[in-house]
Each structure stands twice: as structure tokens, then as C-alpha cells.
């Protein structure tokens, strides 16, 4: 049994895969679970940051979280659009604070 077949990927991510009126993800399995590693870490590879962001410029929370969502898009980013607003809720999460309230724009799957 394979790493990827045991990862549990939460419904807000597969979400995006899913075409809106159907109720299954329109991508394979392995494909939804590598995007969601590559999510999951970046994530967490950012919540360090984020907080010292905070800390060291006293930004509040929504600014350091809009500033995180605006360097992982665009045209050259390993994510799409989607991904970076799936990205930057679970840092929201990590770091208890509010979700963002920068509107997710659609999956470019």
C-alpha cells in the first residue's frame, strides 16, 4: 500500500477539485493527495514566518495573512489561486488566528 492511498485529505481540499454541481473531484486520487502535501507543507513551512511577520512589524493578522496569500500566486507560483487561498486558511488555522477574508478565486484545474 502506497504513502499516498493512507493520507487523509480534508473535504475544504478536495473541494477544489470537485466541479461545482457534482459531488466528486474531477482529478485522480494521487494527483488530489501530492497537491495537498505540497498545500499542507507550504503551509506549515510558512507559519513561522507568519507569525514573525506579525510580531516584528505589528501587522495585523489579515495583513501578514494577504501578504502570505500575494507571494505564493500568480502566473509563476507552484500553486494555483485556489490552493493559495486553501494555503493560507490553514495557516489561519496553525496559527489561531481569524480566517482571511480575501476571496479564493476559482481553480485553474
Do not use: N
Amino acid at each position: 500500500m502506497s504513502d499516498a492511498s493512507q493520507i487523509e485529505i480534508p473535504p475544504s481540499f478536495v473541494a477544489l477539485f470537485v466541479t461545482p454541481g457534482h459531488t466528486r473531484p474531477h482529478t485522480a486520487r494521487e494527483v488530489v493527495a501530492a497537491r495537498y502535501e505540497l498545500c499542507e507543507d507550504l503551509a506549515q513551512s510558512l507559519a513561522p514566518t507568519a507569525s514573525h511577520m506579525q510580531l516584528a512589524r505589528d501587522l495585523h493578522a489579515a495583513d501578514v495573512l494577504a501578504q502570505c496569500q500575494h507571494a505564493i500566486s500568480g502566473p509563476e507560483a507552484v500553486v494555483d489561486d485556489a490552493e493559495a487561498h486553501w494555503v493560507v486558511c490553514r495557516l489561519a488555522e496553525l496559527l489561531e488566528w481569524d480566517m482571511p477574508t480575501v476571496p479564493a478565486l476559482p481553480a485553474a484545474h
